[in-house]
């Protein structure tokens, strides 16, 4: 028999938390929707000074403890974490701009983040565009209504280097905001080359294992704050569970990101004389548009991300890749990346089939393009599987 004293009196109030328990060696996970308060005194000192818990849509521990590791791995005063990527980049936009404004986006940003933009013109914000690797083009498009520039730091699939402080320079006194999911404060750190803001779709390398849909940003409190605000309001709210695993991931992201950038590269170097590869795209190799910036920037790579354009005509492009996709079996054909596992994608399909055919050819996205997300297998064993599956994959 218990102590039942100490028993809840009904089911309904059972699993309270245990008073006294050791000190867990990981944070605990507060799934939890709301918190008690003790009284209204207590109620009004939160709401006033903003510190403590009431409901986890504003704010939740797991929440508060992600967005202080992503804060200080960025370098940044404040960090807010999201429902996703693109509920970070949604909380940004609609805080930053309303209607009559104008917005600067970079032209080869992530599909779904374009279709954001096309969004907001339906909302009344003019959004243009830009060639990331043109600051001189950024400055001639800044505006006085112009709120807010959006770019990625290796953009996704052609893997154009942006050259941060040169784009927060032309920017002036507009927020630059740096994607840096591609990337992460492993590899660099936006805001010490001049952006206003850096943000993550941390469901990629943040978390490295696949199993999370989460947003971060990282920047100045008052910033930050608008934004938390804005996903409070449109339920753009992070759940504690994925940041407690985002949390955990986040405890091995150098080891991941330092076999992740050398397999990386090895492949390139390997695929690049391969001759059923047409060409291929990896920003520190010598053709790259990009390598003269990636160099200074990325000395130790760029992150996990190739991509290459498998050899044989643009009219048989989309059954060759999926030949190849079936003859490469251990590496799957998966629309996201930074998974453990490396993973194969088609960015005609995947992240830019939100496109018209015409922005897409105009971004350079062919049918015959796979795009590379390298994981954590030995460079070797995906060296044979992608040669393997190139070989019995080729056109007659
Ligand atoms: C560069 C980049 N930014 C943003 C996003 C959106 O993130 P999420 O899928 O977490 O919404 C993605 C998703 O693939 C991405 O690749």
Redesign the pocket.
Known sequence: MGDTAREPQHIVRMGRPQPGVAPAATPPLYQTAAFDVADIDQLEQINGQGGGYIYTRDNNPNHDSLAASIAMLEGADAGAVFA????A?AAICLSLARAGDHVLMSGSL?G??QVLGQRLQQLGIAVDHFDVTSPAELQGKIQGATQLVLV?TVA?PLLEVADISGLAAAAGKVPLIV?S??TTSELIRPLEHGAAVVMH????YLNGHGDV???AVAGPAELVGRFRETASVFGQNANPFECWLVQRGLRTLPLRMQQICRTTRQLAEYLQGHEEISRVWYPLLADHPSRAIAEVLYPNGTGGILTVLLRGDEENASARVSRFMQCAAGIPFSP??ADTRTTVSHPART?HRFLSAARRQESGITDGMVRISVGLEPAEMLIKELDQALRESAPG
């Open positions: 996703s990527g693109m509920g980049l992530y779904k983040t990625e996704n994607d999911t591609f779709s941390a469901s990629k849909l989460l947003g996201t990346l992240s």
